[in-house]
């Protein structure tokens, strides 16, 4: 299997804050990969490293072959990415906001692959609506096309689900898996161990900062063991270590 | 009233301190007290060239100007407004989460910002000045009273501007009604009494007699223009959802000679739909213009021949720098985060779109010298002039990358603008005042410019983008 992320040995230092320290792990291609985390463990520093949006402080990572420190607009392009706070313009429509996306990305025929997203996301009402307007539901639908309307072949995503009422989480979870089953690679961080159970084939754990257990899920399924069991033990072990 | 005052107080300090380090910024109204301080010895010099009272006249014009420039930085546009009172998480913001009326936000958030300004411009200026006035011969009581004067100077600018935006808010013909008033009723007592109607600017007429009914009369108008403005507010509502027909692609398509297309679309955009191309040309270009124009045609006979439009068109000049302050302030890089975007492709689309706008200096400084009978002097006036905003926007781009609204408050990143900005406002007035002529050699700006600009370029794509 080709290995599409790499970490190794990745920090970030904020002042005197080790937000992520010497964290190590590499995902797939096909994988649903999830990394865990209470709230302030660092998985969002990890992701804006991974997507180039900040520079690390030490260690080195490849995304798709590409350097994160050296090339991050490269990273940027090649990846599709939410995000933990949605953030489309306020004064462009929605759909705007898609020809933009489209025209920064150079996707061709965008009105007919928006349309195919407006229509399935349930939103093709608001797609002439101020971004500014729109409900924090519908945002993150928006951020979420984005992300994939290029079919990019690592999505990075912070949060997948959060703002989704439950069927649309339960649509975008079985987009999720559909995804990763045409070989493309999807790379999330939650804090909702039950949807990282039901929907990521390997996890990685984080704390504080560090790296406590990567692994599949399968390995922790097949001994009779549940994630957010798991989890809970791994955390409160470290914690109180 | 006093809670949510003071908790607003903290949270401005918060938002400033936080960005920069507490003695960072806490040294910005010492630096304010340090160049009033030692400007005040340069009085007594200056005033073999100037009368006091024209002297006097060029401060309450500068401080009538700060308060209207602090008022439009937080309160026009309607995004602003909508930031500052929807979706920022400001306790502006309360007024959806706790039992309290916007009105009553609002008026805090007004007397709020007039207070935090006070201290951190206002009176560190006036303590230099009054401080320094024992060593130039002034007494303290007419240095006390120029605090006074010049403080209700300040709150004219910024309540005029409050009362403003919110006419503006709710009915655009009323604003324009409103300053074809003001125009005319200047223009009117000028004909009546055959003087500059500058003079009749009640902090100014304070200054030159203090009469408890003048200070009364001062206070009145400040009132009720606060009181008006209180009233006439009006939040906007936030989620109405109207719907609007693509803008973007024809846009794009009209501005494809462009570097970035997208970019540039995206930016005109937002200063159309924000509201804030009209709002920020009248209040925060047109306005302090007229106003300094209409005090600095007092001094014409002090300048040099031909002095009063080139020093014009310096200050033109660096107001119109802080478009780049119009452009970036409902960006940050977040938006960009998740595009193949560099920081230094959206500062050259910045810049861009920057350029564009420098048309409204460049007709600006035209008619005022053709108004002025300055016609023969208009190439290298407007030259002059927008050679400054291209220097001064390069230095603010490299200084301050995105952010040039936020990170005008460190001290260290003000200072170096001012001395950078400062020795070429200097070297070039002194040209122009030889021969308007040598004006034109400011076109030799244009390198520095480009180095910065470069140099901005590497330097911001190397720090992590600010979230501000």
């Known amino acids: 299997m080709t290995i599409v992320l790499e970490a190794r040995n990745l920090s970030k230092t904020y002042g005197d804050v080790q937000a992520v320290n010497t964290v190590s792990l590499s995902v797939e291609e096909g994988a649903l990969f999830g990394l865990l985390g209470p709230n302030g463990s660092g998985k969002t520093t990890m992701i804006r490293m991974l997507t180039g949006q900040t520079r690390p402080t030490g260690g080195t990572a490849t995304v798709l072959g590409v350097d994160v420190t050296k090339d991050p607009v490269g990273v940027r392009s090649r990846v599709g990415i939410i995000p933990e706070q949605e953030t489309p313009p306020s004064f462009l429509t929605a759909m705007e906001y898609l020809r933009f996306v489209a025209a920064v990305r150079k996707i061709p025929d965008i009105e007919t692959k928006a349309d195919w997203w407006f229509d399935f996301l349930d939103f093709a009402d608001k797609k002439n609506v101020l971004c500014k307007d729109l409900s924090r539901g519908t945002r993150q639908k928006l951020m979420f096309t984005q992300a994939f309307i290029h079919e990019p072949a690592l999505a990075l995503i912070d949060e997948p689900l959060i703002n989704f009422d439950p069927i649309m989480q339960d649509l975008v979870k079985e987009y999720l898996a559909g995804y990763v089953k045409k070989g493309k690679t999807i790379f999330i961080s939650t804090h909702i161990l039950e949807v990282a159970e039901e929907i990521c084939s390997g996890f990685a754990i984080l704390h504080k900062g560090t790296l406590l257990h990567t692994g599949p899920v399968a390995d922790l399924t097949g001994r009779g063991e549940h994630l957010p069991a798991f989890f809970l033990s791994l955390v409160r072990k470290d914690h109180h270590a | ?468």
Not at chain 2, 69 to 85: C, D, H, K, Q, S
Not at chain 2, 289 to 306: M, N, T
């Open chain 2, 1 to 468: 009233m006093l809670e949510l005052f003071h908790a607003m107080m903290k949270e401005e300090w918060r938002i400033h301190s936080t960005m920069f380090g507490s003695l960072s910024f806490a040294l910005f109204p010492v630096m304010i007290f340090g160049i009033a301080f030692m400007g005040a010895f340069l009085v007594p010099l200056m005033q073999t060239t100037l009368p006091a009272g024209n002297l006097t006249l060029i401060l309450h014009a500068s401080y009538l100007m700060l308060g209207i420039m602090v008022g439009g930085f937080g309160l026009l546009g309607n995004e602003v407004m909508n930031r500052r009172f929807g979706q920022a998480s400001l306790l502006a913001y309360s007024a959806r989460s706790l039992p309290l009326k916007e009105s009553f936000i609002f008026s805090n958030f007004v007397v709020k910002d007039t207070v935090y300004y006070f201290f951190l411009w206002v009176l560190p200026f006036g303590l230099g000045y009054i401080i320094a006035s024992p060593f130039i011969g002034v007494s303290l009581a007419s240095a006390l009273l120029l605090l006074l004067t010049l403080t209700l100077a300040f709150l004219f600018g910024l309540c005029a501007v409050f009362f403003l935006s919110t006419v503006y808010a709710r009915s655009r013909p009323a604003l324009w009604l409103i300053l074809l008033a003001v125009v005319a009723g200047g223009a009117g007592l000028a004909v009546v009494t055959g003087t500059n109607p500058a003079l009749f600017f009640p902090p100014l007429l304070l200054n030159h007699a203090f009469t408890w009914t003048n200070l009364i009369g001062s206070c009145a108008i400040l009132a009720i223009l606060f009181g008006v403005a209180i009233a006439l507010f009006n939040p906007e509502s936030v989620g109405s959802e109207k719907n609007y027909r693509n803008a973007f692609s024809p846009l794009m398509a009209r501005l494809s000679f462009l570097p970035n297309p997208p970019l540039a679309a995206k930016d005109a955009i937002d200063l159309y739909r924000s509201g804030s191309l009209i709002g920020q040309t009248l209040f925060s270009f047109i306005l302090p213009l007229a106003v300094i124009w209409f005090f600095l045609s007092l001094l014409g006979p002090y300048f040099p021949p031909h002095g009063l439009l080139f020093i014009f068109a310096i200050t033109t000049g660096v107001i119109a720098s802080t478009m780049y302050t119009w452009v970036t302030m409902f960006d940050n890089f977040g938006p960009y985060a998740c595009l193949p975007v560099a920081v230094s492709t959206l500062i050259a689309g910045k810049l861009t779109t920057f350029t564009i706008l420098q048309l409204l200096p460049a007709i600006f400084i035209a008619v005022v010298a053709i108004l002025s009978g300055e016609i023969a002097f208009l190439v290298p006036a407007v030259v002059l002039g927008l050679a400054v905003s291209f220097y001064a926007v390069a230095v603010m781009a490299w200084l301050c990358g995105l952010s040039p609204n936020v990170l005008v408050y460190d001290v260290k990143v003000l200072a170096l603008y001012l001395i950078l900005v400062g020795i070429v406002i200097v070297l070039f007035t002194a040209a122009a005042f030889a021969n308007p002529y040598f004006a034109l050699a400011s076109l030799i700006l244009a390198v520095p410019a480009w180095w910065f600009v470069q140099k901005a370029k590497v330097r911001w794509d190397a720090v992590d983008p600010a979230g501000f």
